[in-house]
């Protein structure tokens, strides 16, 4: 159970990574607004939640939305703890923050649907 729940995280951790990395050469390359490089990190977002809660449902088979929802809300989860080690703080009042944890367990439910 929790192996499979690792191995969905690390694949969308992997997408995540790989996928902002494109999004850092774009931005270099084709000098992308500010605006642009935000709705792209919230897409890469939505996107690796998405993989990983299709991984889990289907490694785990029965109620797969409510396993992509657990893969979307531990990667927030996981997001969140990075952001607060990297930034040596935490603001828990922001917008971002209730809209990310919300695009996460969305994106992460829709993929466990998935059949």
Do not use: H
């Not at 952001?83 to 828990?92: H, L, P, T, W, Y």
């Not at 809209?99 to 969305?106: K, R, V, Y």
Request: aromatic share 12%; with cysteine; charged share 10%.
């Amino acid at each position: 159970l929790i192996l499979r729940m690792i191995k969905a995280l690390l694949t969308a951790y992997v997408l995540t990574g790989g996928l902002l990395l494109l999004l850092a050469l774009l931005l270099y390359r084709f000098q992308l607004p500010r605006s642009g490089v935000n709705v792209g990190i919230i897409a890469i977002y939505i996107l690796s939640c998405f993989l990983g809660g299709f991984l889990e449902g289907k490694m785990m088979g029965t109620r797969k939305f409510i396993w992509g929802a657990a893969a979307g809300f531990l990667y927030f989860i996981l997001l969140t703890l990075i952001s607060f080690a990297v930034n040596r703080g935490f603001d828990g009042t922001s917008s971002n923050f209730v809209t990310t944890l919300i695009l996460c367990i969305a994106g992460g439910t829709l993929g466990g649907m998935l059949p």
